[in-house]
C-alpha cells in the first residue's frame, strides 16, 4: 500500500453561515467548558439553534461551532473557522475516544472538499503531521510531518506524478530546522520535458 493510499479525499466539508457572538442576554451560556487555544482561559460559550458557539479570543466573533449531530443534546462534531475568513471551513475530530482533538479535515480551497488533514500521531495534543492535495486532484501529494516532535518539520514528501507514491523525500537529518537531504526516484526528474529523445542536459557544466 502506497504511502498516500488511505488518505483519497472523499468527505465534503458543510461550512456553515457566519455568525458573530452576541450578549449573553441573548444567548445562554452553555455548561461545557471549551479552550481551543490552549491559553488556559475559557473560551466564551453561546447557544443557538441547538448549536454551541465558542469565541475562543474573546472578540465577539465565534471560531467555532460545536454540533449536536445525532441530537442527543451532547456536542459531537466541532467545526473550526482557522483561517478566521468568518467561515467554518474545517472539522475536527477525536478518532480514538480519550477525548483529544487528534485529526482536523479542512477545505483549504472553499470548494467544498477536504483538501488537508492534520494529525497529532502522538496523542500530546499538537498538531506533527500534516497531508494535502495541492493540486486538487483529490488524491493528497504532499506529507510535512515532525516526527521528532521538537515543533520543527524533518521529513517532507512529494507526489510529483500523481501515481499514489511519493518520489520526492526530504528529512532534516542534523536536527537544525533544514531539510538537508533530498531523495528521488527517476520520474521525479525529467532534464528535457517534452523533448524526446534530446540530448541529456548539460553534464554538470552551466552555460
Do not use: C, K, R, W
Amino acid at each position: 500500500m502506497s504511502e498516500y493510499e488511505d488518505m483519497s479525499v472523499d468527505e465534503d466539508v458543510s461550512t456553515e453561515d457566519d455568525f458573530a457572538a452576541e450578549s449573553e442576554d441573548t444567548y445562554a451560556t452553555n455548561t461545557e467548558i471549551y479552550d481551543l487555544d490552549g491559553d488556559g482561559v475559557a473560551d466564551a460559550t453561546f447557544v443557538a439553534d441547538g448549536n454551541v458557539y465558542i469565541d475562543a479570543n474573546h472578540d465577539g466573533v465565534a471560531d467555532a461551532v460545536a454540533v449536536d449531530t445525532d441530537g442527543d443534546g451532547v456536542p459531537d462534531e466541532l467545526h473550526l473557522d482557522l483561517d478566521g475568513d468568518g467561515t467554518f471551513e474545517s472539522q475536527a475530530f477525536d478518532t480514538t475516544g480519550d477525548g483529544f482533538i487528534d485529526e482536523i479535515h479542512s477545505d483549504t480551497s472553499g470548494d467544498g472538499v477536504v483538501d488537508q488533514i492534520s494529525y497529532d500521531t502522538t496523542g500530546d495534543g499538537f498538531i506533527d503531521t500534516v497531508a494535502s492535495d495541492t493540486d486538487g486532484d483529490g488524491t493528497f501529494d504532499t506529507l510535512v510531518s515532525d516526527t521528532d516532535g521538537d515543533g520543527l518539520v524533518d521529513y517532507v514528501s512529494i507526489d510529483t506524478d500523481g501515481d499514489g507514491d511519493p518520489n520526492v523525500v526530504m528529512t532534516d537529518t542534523t536536527g537544525d530546522g533544514f531539510l538537508d537531504q533530498v531523495e528521488t526516484t527517476p520520474e521525479a526528474y525529467n532534464p528535457n520535458p517534452g523533448t524526446e529523445g534530446a540530448p541529456s542536459g548539460t553534464g554538470g557544466n552551466i552555460g
